[in-house]
């Protein structure tokens, strides 16, 4: 078991990484001020496979659980769901001291969060992450929201949880596409701060696939620390620090935008083909050599994440991509590497470079 702290002063919180270990839950929920009754937002699959046992485990500290269900989908991170939610939630509790405890992937992490932030001004909140996309990225970092017609994460707020519980155990039962999905916030991570973990990558891609225990644990814990440093730094990514970590995101989200959020690419996948796109960008800027650009290429496709977005308009990802929250202004901002480990905030990308990107990715 391996515990990462973050390091927010009074906003401050652990991050536990290790396998089996949700029996363990109780002894960490200790030091959160999480009492009362656990409103345990989930999807019905969670429930269905990890229900009983996390409810026992909330049981044995002395916690009561009520489940609450949303479908699972990127469409859930809605107004409309999160005002079902909160009407569930102030009829169920009434006097009780209540908190909530986010079990599922990225979707329900967003929405869980979110409604903790404005219920009642703000209760506290767990992040129990059972995607491996999760453990690695969105439930670290207090950032909550859903969605927009126009685009992703556009309603919300940072608010940080009180603890981060990554039972690797929860992995087991994910296809391989789900951890091909998070194993590309990974890439990320080490593409813009850890050349030793792409070197990693690289050797025991295999292992990590078959979701070896060990190196499951070590990818887990190496890449949580990653983002724990960026957000000690920049809580509120006002500093040019933690915006490091939209490295593929700004045609990633537009290519989830622009396929209507739907099944057809996952977040980490679209974060793939949003990082070749911008390491176009920046090879053909002369920032990044073509051979490094290759590299992380064939890592993500041997991962088994696509570089490709077929079937999506390329016109309707460069509509969507102008409305990433990065920009100041008119002036469009993308994060791009000169190395791996080595990036680069960069502004007044041309239209016509964008739009090259864009057709690139598309073809």
Not at 28 to 46: E, R
Not at 95 to 118: C, E, M, N, Q, R
Not at 183 to 195: G, N, Q, T
Not at 269 to 296: C, D, K, Y
Request: glycine content about 8%.
């Amino acid at each position: 078991m391996k515990q990462i702290r973050v390091d927010l002063k009074k906003r401050g919180y652990d991050i536990i990484v290790g396998n089996a270990v949700l029996g363990s839950l109780g002894r960490f929920l200790k030091k959160t001020g999480c009492d009362g009754t656990a409103m345990v937002i989930t999807n019905p699959s969670i429930k269905k496979l990890w229900g009983k046992k996390v409810a026992s485990s909330l049981r044995n500290s002395g916690r009561e659980a009520i489940f609450l269900e949303i479908a699972d989908t990127e469409k859930s991170k809605s107004i409309a769901t999160s005002l079902k939610l909160l009407n569930k939630i102030s009829s169920s509790s009434r006097s009780k001291k209540i908190f909530i405890i986010a079990l599922g992937g990225g979707v329900v992490g967003d929405v869980g969060g979110f409604v903790a932030s404005i219920y009642k001004r703000g209760i506290p909140y767990i992040q129990m992450p059972t995607t491996l996309l999760a453990q690695v990225d969105s439930a670290i970092g207090g950032k909550v929201a859903i969605d927009l017609k126009v685009g992703k994460n556009l309603a919300g707020a940072f608010y940080q949880p009180r603890l981060v519980f990554s039972d690797t155990a929860f992995l087991s039962t994910l296809p391989k596409r789900q951890i091909a999905n998070g194993l590309s916030e990974v890439i990320k991570c080490a593409v813009i701060k850890d050349p030793s973990l792409f070197n990693f990558l690289e050797r025991n891609l295999g292992r990590i696939l078959r979701l070896d225990k060990t190196s499951v644990e070590y990818v887990i814990s190496k890449t949580s620390a990653i983002k724990a440093r960026l957000v000690e730094k920049d809580e509120y990514d006002k500093l040019e620090i933690r915006i490091a970590l939209n490295y593929g995101h700004t045609i990633g989200h537009a290519i989830e935008a622009a396929s209507g959020f739907s099944k057809r690419y996952t977040h980490g996948e679209a974060v793939s083909i949003g990082m070749t796109a911008a390491n176009f960008i920046a090879t053909q800027r002369g920032l990044l050599s073509e051979s490094t650009s290759q590299r992380i290429r064939r890592l993500l496709e041997k991962t088994g994440l696509p570089t490709k977005a077929r079937g999506v308009d390329p016109q309707k990802i460069y509509d969507a991509h102008l409305y990433d929250k990065k920009f100041t202004g008119r002036k469009n901002r993308f994060v791009l590497i000169s190395n791996i480990g080595k990036v680069k905030v960069v502004e007044d990308i041309p239209e016509k470079l964008i739009k090259k990107a864009i057709a690139a990715v598309c073809a």
